[in-house]
């Protein structure tokens, strides 16, 4: 139907009636213009779900901190059947052995690096041997895991970007390309975690952002080609909850600076001066003590896309300030949002 309205000629959209006063005569004259009224009709809202939940099962990555620990915990209480995939699992980390201790056949936590195909073929296999039916498949999949880092283009190693794309990008695809023949058994649902980064770019998060905007590259990619098979692809583009989560600390980005300060090319070292990096240093561990640290609007977007009829294709969970430059670089021309939040 959006089709057809699109494609109609001009002079057959819905008119309407513009009016404005003359300020010179006082008057106010009508002037006809034609709209596509994409008038909101049965607007969805965070409520109608896929009932019941019952024993679908899903798979989570990165579920020993932040985000993923939460969504594991929340999803096994919503009564769904959780595989909590955790990078420490093996080395018993305090997050895997907590899940652990809910003590839940609902919730089982393995063993998952997203980097490493043997561990992605090890917990498909967990995974189709413990369904019911494993032809009726895997109904949710969410890539949470991820890492970031920080520092400027001209501070950053090559290995730093690869390390970054290594487990936010192409862990990601291929945890995706894994478990698809699953999802696409049960008509299920991909739901990948980016960040606003995946949206606009920022200085000195080069390394997070081309891999946010891969992964958001991907989704779309996905979403279109998995329509017609009946499998639902969201994204979740969190703002800043760095306060809520371990995806910085002080120690983090201490560490990372003082690798990042020995390593630099005695070039950028020398023109850009000590006195500039440190700035740049406690520019950043300012910002790691700030954002919200109630992360439940992420955990009730990912419940969404997961259990609604109809999951958004976007997910903003994010405050005014992100939300609002978000719409900013994402719409206006580049001279003008640059102005605004960059120069
Ligand atoms: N926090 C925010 O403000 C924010 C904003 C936008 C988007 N995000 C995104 O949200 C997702 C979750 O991050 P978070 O904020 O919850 O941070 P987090 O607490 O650090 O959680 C990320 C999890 O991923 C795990 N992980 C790291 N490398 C992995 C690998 N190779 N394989 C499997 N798991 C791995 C981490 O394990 P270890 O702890 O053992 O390293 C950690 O448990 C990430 O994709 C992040 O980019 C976060």
Known sequence: MLTARLSRPLSQLPRKTLSFSDRGNGTRHSLPFYSASFVAVG?????????PVGSKAVLVTGCDSGFGFSLAKHLHSEGFLVFAGCLMKDKEGDGVKELDNLKSDRLRTVQLNVCKSEEVDKVLEIIRSSLKDPEKGLWGLVNNAGIST????E???METYKEIAEVNLWGTVQVTKAFLPLIRRAKGRVVNISSVMGRMANTARSPYCITKFGVEAFSDCLRYEMHPLGVKVSVVEPGNFIAATSLYSLEHIRAIANKMWDELPEVVRKDYGKKYFDEAVVRMQTYCNSGSTDMSPVIKAVTHSLTSATPYTRYHPMDYYWWVRMQIMTHLPGAISDRIYIH
Do not use: I
């Open 155 to 157: 501070f950053t190693s």
């Open 43 to 51: 607007r969805r809202t965070y409520a109608n779900s896929v009932n």
């Open 150 to 153: 920080f520092g400027e283009v």
